[in-house]
């Protein structure tokens, strides 16, 4: 079996080379041929560049074909993908090329200069190329090498520990963590929801989530490529533009969000999503209500499934059988998944405890964080950190978390980020941000601040929003006199979370 993710991928190109497997709406169509003959060609431009197996290539690009091209060819030379939110800041940048060392670095024009300023400063090594949608350096040079006939046949092997990709992930000290994902892990999730979802080239996927997250590379861009499905890609979620393309396509994968959307408008019913096989929900809870909203409207279950930046996926309701609203399903094929309590036991059928799950999906550990790694895992058994309880019959239901971790529109957010901006500002002596339920996002974020006096709230929103990502900024603010905390003078955010949960909610 071919351990190189791409070389599953390739064989569909070749099974289906005449067959359009990706396409953008008003823009470019490819088929599996030219996706193959169009991947070669990008290897080639990385390998130019310096690019060797095991080399990381970061990527903060607008998602479009030549972004999906990036990818696939960073795997078929056996490089190591990561993929950074296209909203985060020059200084969140700063710290993954500084931590992840890559050898290229694709960013739009606007933040190239920043980008190479790096160089000399944290990674001589890095070489800056600039893509702005289907336009730039990288473009320029691809469609050169492609006029020339220049391209890489060979996909390079690589083992099932290999790495494939870092994805970054918020971490307990508020510095994010880079989670390495083999190409073994992605394989075998690809295999599990092939089997759980019934997936196959029969189907064509509504493509509307970020490229730059594992659900919408990993779950649902893999999953598609891996069994020859055409994709339609969606620049992003337009509700207009996904009713326009739901007709031509059998499978959609959301955040909540999306769902919540699509019910606010008057478009969407019974015959829009007619031709529809299945909508599958993830990265935030989904709320019962929208789930029963959803089959009113349209006759549609959703399918709710339970994943995380470090494991893809590990549990999904069933294809056939109960999609129990308000559960993310039993554990997929191949997984294994236990509740345990603090004495280091499993818990009984009913009662909450720590979810902790183990199988060839599971990520290896945090890129030169071998203590953090240690500490995550009990042998074989990874500690999600999710509060969970296990029914007789097997469904897990996610009822909370024991850290902080804040999940907004599906983007995983960590108070300290935030905080630690907020608390920089020279009136603020101290800042606590949490996050509490809000009926579009999933989750709203809420920041609560004592200061030396009345603080402007437009001049530390603006610290905000030049700091940090825009999904990071909070969305209320409150001056106490001071935070509660218990007799250990730790901050009870739990109080917090519970005086202000219907801030976004109350009508």
């Given at each position: 079996?071919?351990?190189?993710?791409?070389?599953?991928?390739?064989?569909?190109?070749?099974?289906?080379?005449?067959?359009?497997?990706?396409?953008?709406?008003?823009?470019?169509?490819?088929?599996?041929?030219?996706?193959?003959?169009?991947?070669?060609?990008?290897?080639?431009?990385?390998?130019?560049?310096?690019?060797?197996?095991?080399?990381?290539?970061?990527?903060?690009?607008?998602?479009?074909?030549?972004?999906?091209?990036?990818?696939?060819?960073?795997?078929?030379?056996?490089?190591?993908?990561?993929?950074?939110?296209?909203?985060?800041?020059?200084?969140?940048?700063?710290?993954?090329?500084?931590?992840?060392?890559?050898?290229?670095?694709?960013?739009?024009?606007?933040?190239?200069?920043?980008?190479?300023?790096?160089?000399?400063?944290?990674?001589?090594?890095?070489?800056?190329?600039?893509?702005?949608?289907?336009?730039?350096?990288?473009?320029?040079?691809?469609?050169?090498?492609?006029?020339?006939?220049?391209?890489?046949?060979?996909?390079?092997?690589?083992?099932?520990?290999?790495?494939?990709?870092?994805?970054?992930?918020?971490?307990?000290?508020?510095?994010?963590?880079?989670?390495?994902?083999?190409?073994?892990?992605?394989?075998?999730?690809?295999e599990m929801l092939t089997e759980a979802w019934a997936y196959s080239k029969a189907d064509t996927l509504l493509h509307a989530?970020?490229?730059?997250?594992?659900?919408?590379?990993?779950?649902?861009?893999?999953?598609?490529?891996?069994?020859?499905?055409?994709?339609?890609?969606?620049?992003?979620?337009?509700?207009?533009?996904?009713?326009?393309?739901?007709?031509?396509?059998?499978?959609?994968?959301?955040?909540?969000?999306?769902?919540?959307?699509?019910?606010?408008?008057?478009?969407?019913?019974?015959?829009?999503?007619?031709?529809?096989?299945?909508?599958?929900?993830?990265?935030?809870?989904?709320?019962?209500?929208?789930?029963?909203?959803?089959?009113?409207?349209?006759?549609?279950?959703?399918?709710?499934?339970?994943?995380?930046?470090?494991?893809?996926?590990?549990?999904?309701?069933?294809?056939?059988?109960?999609?129990?609203?308000?559960?993310?399903?039993?554990?997929?094929?191949?997984?294994?998944?236990?509740?345990?309590?603090?004495?280091?036991?499993?818990?009984?059928?009913?009662?909450?405890?720590?979810?902790?799950?183990?199988?060839?999906?599971?990520?290896?550990?945090?890129?030169?964080?071998?203590?953090?790694?240690?500490?995550?895992?009990?042998?074989?058994?990874?500690?999600?950190?999710?509060?969970?309880?296990?029914?007789?019959?097997?469904?897990?239901?996610?009822?909370?978390?024991?850290?902080?971790?804040?999940?907004?529109?599906?983007?995983?957010?960590?108070?300290?980020?935030?905080?630690?901006?907020?608390?920089?500002?020279?009136?603020?002596?101290?800042?606590?941000?949490?996050?509490?339920?809000?009926?579009?996002?999933?989750?709203?974020?809420?920041?609560?601040?004592?200061?030396?006096?009345?603080?402007?709230?437009?001049?530390?929103e603006a610290a905000c929003r030049e700091k940090l990502a825009g999904f990071k900024v909070p969305r209320r603010w409150l001056?106490?006199?001071?935070?509660?905390?218990?007799?250990?003078?730790?901050?009870?955010?739990?109080?917090?979370?519970?005086?202000?949960?219907?801030?976004?909610?109350?009508?």
């Amino acid at each position: 079996m071919p351990h190189n993710l791409f070389s599953l991928i390739q064989l569909q190109f070749l099974n289906q080379s005449d067959r359009i497997l990706l396409s953008v709406p008003g823009g470019r169509s490819l088929t599996g041929s030219e996706l193959d003959a169009e991947t070669a060609c990008m290897a080639a431009v990385l390998i130019d560049a310096g690019v060797e197996p095991g080399d990381r290539v970061s990527a903060q690009v607008e998602k479009g074909w030549m972004n999906v091209l990036l990818y696939l060819a960073v795997l078929r030379i056996g490089g190591v993908y990561l993929p950074l939110n296209s909203a985060y800041t020059e200084s969140e940048v700063e710290y993954f090329l500084t931590d992840a060392e890559p050898r290229v670095h694709v960013c739009p024009q606007v933040r190239r200069e920043h980008a190479e300023s790096l160089v000399q400063s944290a990674n001589e090594q890095l070489k800056v190329m600039t893509l702005d949608g289907d336009l730039g350096f990288l473009r320029d040079v691809f469609d050169d090498f492609k006029l020339s006939g220049r391209a890489v046949e060979e996909v390079v092997s690589r083992e099932a520990a290999d790495l494939a990709s870092i994805i970054y992930t918020s971490g307990t000290t508020g510095k994010p963590k880079g989670a390495m994902i083999s190409h073994g892990n992605l394989i075998a999730n690809a295999e599990m929801l092939t089997e759980a979802w019934a997936y196959s080239k029969a189907d064509t996927l509504l493509h509307a989530l970020p490229l730059f997250h594992v659900h919408g590379l990993f779950v649902g861009l893999n999953l598609a490529l891996v069994n020859g499905g055409p994709i339609i890609l969606l620049p992003k979620f337009d509700p207009t533009l996904v009713l326009e393309v739901m007709p031509d396509t059998t499978v959609m994968m959301g955040v909540p969000t999306y769902y919540t959307r699509l019910l606010s408008d008057d478009r969407f019913n019974r015959v829009t999503s007619s031709q529809m096989r299945l909508y599958i929900s993830g990265s935030a809870p989904l709320l019962v209500e929208t789930s029963d909203s959803f089959f009113e409207r349209t006759g549609h279950r959703i399918l709710e499934r339970y994943g995380m930046t470090e494991t893809g996926m590990s549990c999904s309701n069933p294809l056939v059988g109960e999609r129990r609203a308000g559960s993310v399903g039993p554990h997929l094929p191949g997984v294994s998944v236990r509740v345990m309590g603090d004495d280091g036991y499993s818990v009984a059928g009913g009662e909450i405890g720590s979810l902790e799950v183990k199988g060839p999906h599971v990520f290896s550990g945090y890129w030169k964080l071998p203590e953090k790694t240690a500490s995550e895992f009990k042998g074989e058994w990874f500690i999600t950190g999710d509060l969970a309880i296990l029914s007789e019959d097997g469904y897990i239901s996610i009822v909370g978390r024991d850290k902080d971790l804040i999940i907004s529109g599906g983007l995983n957010i960590y108070p300290k980020e935030i905080e630690d901006v907020l608390n920089d500002q020279p009136d603020v002596l101290e800042s606590a941000v949490v996050g509490v339920s809000h009926p579009d996002f999933g989750e709203g974020i809420v920041a609560i601040l004592v200061g030396k006096k009345a603080l402007d709230i437009v001049v530390l929103e603006a610290a905000c929003r030049e700091k940090l990502a825009g999904f990071k900024v909070p969305r209320r603010w409150l001056q106490h006199d001071a935070l509660p905390r218990n007799t250990m003078g730790k901050v009870q955010k739990n109080l917090l979370r519970d005086n202000y949960k219907d801030s976004f909610t109350a009508k």
